[in-house]
């Protein structure tokens, strides 16, 4: 059993990191597609861990102009890159407005903040991580492959030190099987990434590389414990099952959204070093 659901998790693991990388790398609309799977699929894990389904009609709401904003994002980078504010706050002002014509809705303003607070832990990574894609004023994939790579490697030099000499407990009320150790582990895992990465990709200086490696493991750490909770809180083992031996888009992109608007100002005030 235990062989079989190892093969399982490769096997999906593999198909996923394959369609991360061709998503990302060969064309701009390949990402779109990517992070609005990450959205749409994420708040319906959301609404599900929040134990929002009685929202149906603000989640959807949600969702359609989440993805317009999205599309938006894409097709009009240099103009909306300096404006994320403003188009997030769009995306929450027409929930309002949609809220205002749902029936029964002046007893129901309690839903509305969980649809908002999955809106904001979505949307801005989602729409940064276009941004980040056009960092240097045109399409440039290698900083968001660079991000993802540096992940994977944290998590996996994670795991395996965890299981392999991890003896004291991270934040064991949120994650038990997370350890010091493992966490030590997950960021030499990243400083070696980043350094092969700055030896083929020169977008970045060897030290400029280094410091980006270790925010995203750091802020893939925080991700991944601030998903735990929010599953510790469900009383849920995994956010989903949309990838069979891994669980949900959240539970393989929780790392991600955190990552990704450190990153955003990372990039943005990048250090000459």
């Known amino acids: 059993f235990l062989m079989?659901?190892?093969?399982t998790r490769a096997i999906f693991g593999i198909l996923y990191a394959a369609l991360v990388i061709a998503s990302v790398y060969f064309h701009a609309f390949g990402l779109l597609a990517l992070l609005v799977l990450i959205?749409?699929?994420?708040?319906?894990?959301?609404?599900?861990?929040?134990?929002?389904?009685?929202?149906?009609?603000?989640?959807?709401?949600?969702?359609?102009?989440?993805?317009?904003?999205?599309?938006?994002?894409l097709s009009f980078t240099q103009d909306f890159?300096?404006?994320?504010?403003?188009?997030?706050?769009?995306?929450i002002l027409a929930l309002f407005v949609h809220h205002l014509f749902l029936k029964g809705s002046e007893n129901n303003n309690v839903r509305l903040p969980k649809v908002l607070y999955s809106v904001i832990y979505?949307?801005?990574?989602?729409?940064?991580?276009?941004?980040?894609?056009?960092?240097?004023?045109?399409?440039?994939?290698?900083y968001l492959l660079g991000l993802f790579f540096i992940l994977w490697a944290t998590d996996t030099f994670a795991y395996l030190t965890g299981m392999t000499i991890g003896k004291h407990k991270l934040i064991e009320r949120l994650s038990p099987k997370k350890s010091i150790e493992g966490l030590i582990?997950?960021?030499?895992?990243?400083?070696?990434?980043?350094y092969v990465l700055s030896l083929f990709w020169s977008i970045l200086s060897l030290?400029?590389?280094?410091?980006?490696?270790?925010?995203?493991a750091i802020g893939g750490t925080i991700g991944d414990l601030f998903e735990s909770s929010i599953k510790r809180s469900a009383g849920a083992k995994d956010s989903g099952n949309l990838i069979p031996g891994h669980g949900g888009i959240l539970d393989r992109l929780d790392s991600f959204l955190i990552s990704v608007p450190i990153i955003y100002f990372y990039l943005r005030f990048l250090p000459n070093i």
Do not use: C
């Open 39 to 73: 959205y749409v699929a994420g708040l319906t894990e959301m609404q599900r861990l929040l134990k929002a389904t009685d929202s149906p009609e603000l989640f959807t709401t949600a969702s359609i102009f989440g993805v317009l904003a999205l599309w938006a994002h």
């Open 122 to 142: 979505l949307f801005l990574p989602t729409s940064l991580a276009i941004t980040i894609a056009y960092t240097t004023g045109s399409w440039e994939p290698r």
């Open 4 to 7: 079989s659901e190892f093969k």
């Open 185 to 194: 582990g997950g960021i030499i895992g990243a400083l070696l990434v980043g």
């Open 207 to 216: 030290n400029q590389w280094l410091v980006f490696a270790l925010l995203v």
């Open 81 to 91: 890159q300096n404006n994320l504010l403003a188009i997030t706050a769009l995306l």
